[in-house]
């Protein structure tokens, strides 16, 4: 996994899960769906470089 798409992977998965938390905090049903959208969006991109990574070896 190249270190750049890792910390993209990172940054919105951790964007997403606190935009999710002030989201449901505040009563804020879209923010909330949004940030978990962007925290899965997260999570598909850590996925595809990992798979990458296993198909390298």
């Given at each position: 996994m190249?270190?750049?798409e890792k910390a993209k992977?990172?940054?919105e998965?951790?964007?997403g899960k606190a935009e999710k938390a002030?989201?449901?905090a505040v009563g804020n049903?879209?923010?909330e769906a949004e940030g978990?959208?962007?925290e899965s969006k997260g999570d598909l991109r850590s996925a595809k470089e990992k798979s990458?990574?296993?198909f390298k070896d």
């Open positions: 190249s270190a750049e992977a990172k940054t998965q951790a964007a002030v989201g449901r049903e879209r923010m978990s959208a962007k990458k990574d296993a």
